[in-house]
């Protein structure tokens, strides 16, 4: 049995042209700005949305072919959908919300599943309860017990955590985490946080406009993004554009031309001398040189000053001007320990290194200028 | 007191409530989830009978009844007798007369709907039916029981279509209302005055009960998304 496949394509009203694919037991986090589509693919995989062209397949089972002229309805397919606001029906108990899609089973048999998922979705005890009087994390775990309740073939999350405070987001969030680790069906989740995505999925698929611009390991899209687009979808703060000078393929380096100065990176023979490239790195990948050895060429050590600091209280994020002109700007994220021992402050200088195996090149952007975009 | 007239004003106001219940639930559904051109149109068309004078709203019912229009004609071929001055076409005329008292309440009922709600029913494999039955009418009914009321309560009331399309003819169209009318002419002060207050105590309780219907509803919380306190 193979996972979910999805190929979407319509002009309006929102724009699609997405392409993904989920194996069983894994999960897929959908991200990229509101309004880019990422819930009207959900509802094209329920079935309460149907694309103009396209096809999808979950579990070997076509739910929809365009050109096959196949489109099965919402009911027959094997869907459960967690719903943005939860949806859950006002005028039933708790019990009767996930027991719901079991209509077809004997009353002792419906309840006995009935209180088995809520059981697995730790709200056993609220039967009785409607969902007004419900917390919004309660309210999130019914929603969820009562899509597992039809036993579907995927399961469906949109921005499961968007209603609920911090801390109770944190705790559904180990919650699911673990739930997708003993589900052995594909899940589809849809977020606007990258962070949530990195913690939750297997696989990121970044969308824009309706189009999917990468899939890969979380690890990789945010270190490795296929594209400048990409990079500023994803927050990438350090993206910038610059000369490509030549290459050392013995040496194992690339040189680029960035502000007046010369950076290596790892040896990419895919670009041409000459050429205009987009970079990026992590702030996570930006190394702190320390005083002592300040007088040791790093790898692409570059004299910086520390225009702002947000201090939290497990990371450290700086903003740091290049000396020289054109005073190009830099984002660091260091452990706010380390950024103590430093005694970093405002206005202090700094020595850092980008390491150049952290440096990753893309093809440069359309638009001018080397800066991230305004968003 | 004409007992007959009370007996005739009932059986018009309950078969004008059920037919018009029946009807009125599957056009509010419609208007309420489906955006067409014209929308306004049909929306006004339904509203018209709020607006119109009850005598032009006779007048052109007697027009449809009559031998010369196609409806008149095939009531008349398949029945063989005629709508006008018949109960058949009193509960017809109500039927139109009362139309926005029904559909009104239901519209706003299942336009509070979140449409989220019956997408997750189909979601829950629910089909049509068990959508309608499980889910949209457990939500919709204070706007069912509003409905009712208000149609049953305003065919009891309504008088200048009845006189136009009925008549008053004793045991078949003449209604409470036109009863009291009829006894006020005659100077019969007694039983125009007990029949008034029967009709005068029946609309005070049914009106207050729709308000408490409709205070109850709005205390209950819309849908589930809302976090308690």
């Known amino acids: 049995m193979s996972g979910l496949r999805v190929a979407l394509e319509q002009a309006g009203p929102i724009p699609l042209a997405a392409a993904f694919d989920c194996p069983r037991g894994q999960l897929l986090a959908l991200v990229g700005p509101s309004g880019s589509g990422k819930s009207t693919i959900l509802r094209c995989i329920a079935g309460l949305h149907r694309a103009q062209r396209g096809r999808v397949e979950c579990g070997g089972v076509v739910l929809f072919d365009s050109a096959g002229g196949v489109d099965v309805s919402p009911q027959q397919r094997r869907v459960g959908m967690v719903f943005q606001d939860y949806a859950l029906f006002p005028h039933l108990s708790v019990l009767d919300n996930v027991t719901l899609p079991l209509r077809a089973l004997p009353a002792a048999e419906r309840e006995r599943i009935g209180r088995g998922l809520l059981e697995r979705t730790r709200i056993a005890g609220l039967e009785a309860r409607r969902p007004h009087q419900l917390s919004g994390g309660e309210q999130q775990r019914v929603a969820l017990a009562r899509a597992l309740a039809r036993d579907p073939a995927v399961l469906l999350l949109d921005e499961p955590f968007s209603a609920v405070d911090q801390v109770t987001r944190h705790r559904l969030r180990l919650e699911l985490a673990s739930l997708s680790r003993t589900l052995e069906v594909p899940i589809v989740l849809v977020t606007h946080d990258l962070d949530e995505a990195s913690m939750l999925a297997d696989q990121v698929c970044v969308l824009h406009r309706g189009e999917t611009l990468q899939q890969g390991a979380p690890d990789a899209v945010l270190a490795r993004p296929a594209s400048a687009q990409v990079a500023r979808l994803i927050d990438m703060r350090n993206l910038f554009e610059a000369q490509l000078n030549g290459h050392s393929a013995e040496q194992g380096w690339s040189e680029l031309g960035w502000g007046g100065r010369t950076l290596r990176c790892a040896y990419a023979p895919g670009y041409d001398p000459g050429s205009r490239v987009a970079w990026c790195i992590s702030p996570t990948n930006v190394l702190l040189i320390p005083e002592r050895l300040r007088r040791e060429e790093g790898e692409n050590g570059l004299d910086t000053a520390i225009l702002d600091l947000l201090v939290g209280s497990a990371l450290t994020q700086a903003v740091l001007k290049c000396a020289g002109p054109p005073g190009l700007l830099l984002h660091m994220t260091l452990p706010t320990r380390v950024a103590r021992r430093h005694a970093l402050a405002v206005g202090g200088s700094l020595r850092i290194s980008l390491p150049r195996e952290a440096i990753h090149l893309m093809p440069a952007a359309a638009r001018e200028g080397g800066r991230r975009a305004p968003t | ?229």
Request: net charge neutral; hydrophobic share 55%.
């Open chain 2, 1 to 229: 007191m004409d007992w007959d007239a009370f007996s005739i004003s009932l059986q018009l106001a309950a078969a004008t409530t059920v037919i018009l219940l029946l009807g009125s639930v599957w056009l509010a559904r419609w208007l309420a989830w489906s955006s067409f051109p014209g929308r306004s149109l049909v929306e006004g068309v339904v509203a018209l009978p709020l607006v119109l004078p009850p005598t032009v709203l006779g007048y052109y019912l007697l027009v449809a009844f009559s031998r010369d229009s196609l409806l008149g004609r095939v009531f008349e071929t398949a029945t063989g007798t005629t709508l006008a001055f018949s109960f058949s076409g009193l509960l017809l005329a109500s039927l139109v007369y009362s139309l926005p008292f029904a559909v009104q309440p239901l519209l706003r009922a299942f336009e509070a709907i979140p449409p989220r709600l019956r997408e997750a029913a189909w979601c829950s494999g629910l089909g049509g039916w068990a959508t309608f039955w499980r889910v949209e009418l457990p939500l919709a009914w204070p706007g069912v029981l509003s409905a009712a009321v208000l149609t049953f309560a305003h065919t009891l009331g309504e008088f200048g279509v009845v006189l136009m399309v009925g008549g008053n003819i004793p045991g078949s169209t003449r209604t409470l209302a036109i009863s009291i009318y009829d006894r006020t002419q005659a100077f019969d002060d007694a039983a125009a005055g007990s029949m008034s207050l029967l009709l005068l105590g029946f609309a005070l309780v049914t009106v207050s009960v729709v308000y408490a219907v409709e205070r109850r509803r709005a205390q209950l919380p819309k849908a589930a998304g809302q976090v308690a306190p």
